[in-house]
């Protein structure tokens, strides 16, 4: 151990400034502020969205459109992933569980399946919705639904 070498112990240097504590601290006087104006003053907040005057770009800008805070959003599920799953397990039930183990859901996700696609397994469906082309191509090849 040399001179060239030492350090001061783990966490005894300080990194932050600390301000308004007099001249001698070299951050005394304005603290840091500037001189004047409405930033140099005590109770200053900045406004979120204020443009010093001019007016926001949130009122600017002209609004449109309608969102629905009642809108139930299902992830579509066709006939035809159905029938590869049934064909890759050699499942006669399909549920949520087959398909959030498959990897095509998330266990929070509502599902709806579609008539996109041919289905020839016998399978029990359960899901949230069926399209009217599903729920009749299901029963055609045999198969039931059961709505959760």
Do not use: C, W
């Not at 001019?54 to 035809?80: D, S």
């Amino acid at each position: 151990m040399n001179l060239s070498n030492l350090k001061p112990a783990e966490g005894s240097i300080k990194t932050r400034k600390r301000i308004g504590r007099g001249t001698g601290s070299g951050l005394g006087g304005t603290s840091t502020r500037g001189h004047k104006g409405q930033k140099s003053r005590s109770g200053y907040s900045k406004k979120i969205g204020f443009e010093g005057g001019q007016m926001p770009i949130q009122r600017r800008l002209p609004k449109f459109g309608f969102k629905n805070i009642n809108r139930v959003e299902f992830k579509a599920i066709n006939i035809e992933t159905l029938q590869q799953l049934a064909e890759k397990t050699n499942a006669t039930k399909i549920g949520i569980d087959e398909l959030v183990s498959a990897g095509f859901i998330s266990s929070t996700q509502l599902v709806k399946i579609l008539g996109k696609g041919s289905i020839s397994a016998k399978l029990e469906v359960s899901a949230h919705a069926f399209s009217k082309s599903a729920e009749a191509a299901i029963q055609a090849a045999g198969g039931s639904i059961v709505k959760l």
